[in-house]
């Protein structure tokens, strides 16, 4: 059995278990309340258990975690010996691996556009259900002919052409009307300003490299660069959807385990849940409901608990509330809100001592071995044995060069696909909605045969689908640095069950 993570100490240690970790959790307060210590605390908990953690970094702070801590810092000093800890507290570093969307502190993180799929694209472009609509037959127009959607360019390419060929595509696919092409090509255009041509393209990120495990055994901590993906909230948090989404697809059922395969921590939690359309949250609450069986545990930390839908927060067992401030009525309905989240306590006043707690201190109530949520108690967070605060981006630097995977992403590969089909070495006329002549259509659809051949054959070396799952094209090409992968490129987990709802 693996020992349980000490999280805080009142008159004794309260702890988290690992085998109820993934039946996930909350860590809430206001700014410079003890989250991120918090954070930082459970992360390595997790790591020296040899469970590899995923986390975003929205301040630059937490790349302390690469670093061990030490005495220097007089107030983890001064709480380790008020809690009583110098003998046995230990200060050590976890292995740790940067990822950066744009590549600059970090691995650089990206997918591609069939993998995002058509619903987390709408949601990212916020296109209106018309806009959604089109975007759905440019997908499937793509997939018919065998066409690879990888990046911002091929699904522009894709547009134009579904735009020329529109009334050819109505009998069998519905309306695409120019209005709605135009929308989608200027929300593009956005996504691009932002940073999105950088998201989407090839070498797609392989999610077993989050599932590493670093020296003595400990879990990798991947560390996403967080703080300029800020600036675009609508890509951050639909690259965390995609990403929960897709390690649902990915993980096998594991059931109840020892431990968590995998932890992830979602921070700015709100970003997630603002202005959500309804199918969808639905979806994110049964993924979240689900995924536990595939020994993943994900973690919402915000500032406020009405941050998250009632029918998510109900799904999450472990919970620690740092201090909330009651300066005015919405303000006064979070900390009520708050104290009726938790096992009540009879020795203690939960609503009152919320806005009383110091730094560092918070209520905490965990899952027992039965499963039953702790009655809620105050303590002081333990403090974290490695670095408090960021790294130097010369150490930062080191780390990256020294992964496993430094080199497997840093270029980008820009094969034929879609654009180049469309718009390069087969001419647009070459196309068979156009009535070009019998040569040039004879090739173009044998590029059709030989991407589906290309399909098919990755699918049938995979396995059989999972239930609902649209297999599209061959996922990307063998990487280097020995970490090859031959897929397929998959309709996300929130398209399959979408359109089971629909």
């Known amino acids: 059995m693996a020992e349980p ?10 702890q988290l278990l690992p085998k109820m970790a993934n039946r996930h959790g909350l860590v809430a307060g206001a700014t410079g309340t003890g989250k991120t210590v918090t954070l930082q605390r459970m992360a390595e908990g997790f790591s020296r258990l040899g469970v590899p953690v995923f986390l975003a970094d929205v301040k630059g702070d937490l790349s302390g975690l690469s670093r061990i801590g030490s005495d220097a810092n007089a107030k983890v000093a001064a709480r ?10 230990e200060y050590s570093p976890c292995p740790v ?60 390419a894709m547009l134009q052409h579904i735009s020329s060929i529109a009334k050819e595509l109505t009998a069998e696919y519905g309306n695409v009307s120019a209005a709605s092409v135009g929308a989608i090509q200027r929300g593009l255009l956005r996504l691009e300003e932002q940073g999105g041509d950088k998201f989407f393209g090839e070498p797609a990120l392989n999610l077993e490299d989050f599932l590493q495990v670093g020296p003595k055994g400990r879990g990798v901590i991947n560390i996403l660069a967080a703080d300029r993906l800020l600036q675009s909230p609508q890509l951050y948090s639909t690259f965390l959807l995609w990403m929960l989404s897709e390690l649902f697809e990915s993980l096998p059922e594991v059931g109840d385990v020892e431990k968590p395969k995998i932890v992830f921590f979602f921070d700015e939690a709100h970003l997630l849940f603002n202005d959500t ?31 998250v839908p009632d029918t998510v927060l109900a799904q999450l067992g472990n919970r620690v509330q740092h201090a ?41 109530s965990f899952l027992d071995e039965k499963g039953t949520p702790t009655v809620v108690e105050r303590a002081f967070v333990v403090p974290p044995g490695t670095l408090i605060g960021p790294i130097t981006p010369e150490q930062r630097k080191a780390v990256i060069e020294s992964s496993t995977v430094f080199g497997v992403y840093e270029k980008m590969i ?11 070495k087969a001419a647009p006329d070459s196309l068979p909605a156009t009535g070009d002549t019998a040569a040039k259509r004879a090739e173009f659809e044998r590029k059709q045969a030989e991407a589906k051949a290309a399909a098919e054959a990755a699918a049938a070396a995979k396995g059989p689908k999972r239930d609902g799952v649209v297999v599209s094209v061959a996922k990307s090409m063998a990487r280097s640095v020995g970490t090859a992968v031959v897929g397929i490129i998959k309709r996300g987990i929130m398209d399959t069950l979408f359109k089971k709802s629909r």
């Open 277 to 307: 359309p309804k199918p969808l949250l639905e979806k994110i609450e049964q993924v979240v409901r689900l995924i536990r069986s595939k020994g993943v545990g994900v973690y919402f930390v915000t500032q406020n608990p009405l941050d």
């Open 5 to 14: 993570i000490l999280i805080g100490k009142s008159t004794h240690e309260i």
């Open 324 to 364: 909330l401030r009651a300066f005015t009525p919405r303000d006064q309905k979070a900390v009520a809100a708050a104290a009726q989240t938790f096992r009540q306590n009879p020795k203690l006043d939960v609503e009152e001592a919320i806005t009383q707690l110091g730094v560092g201190e918070a209520l905490v």
């Open 414 to 424: 820009d094969r034929e696909s879609a654009y180049e089909i469309l718009k390069g």
């Open 97 to 156: 691996a940067f990822w950066d969307v744009f590549g600059e502190q970090g691995h650089p993180v990206r997918t591609t556009i069939s993998e995002m799929g058509p619903l987390l694209l709408s949601r990212l472009l916020e296109l209106n259900d018309t806009q959604a609509g089109v975007l759905q037959i440019a997908f499937k127009v793509a997939d018919d002919n065998g066409l690879l959607l990888l990046d911002l360019k091929d699904l522009r």
């Open 80 to 89: 380790i010996e008020q809690l009583g800890l110098k003998v046995s507290f």
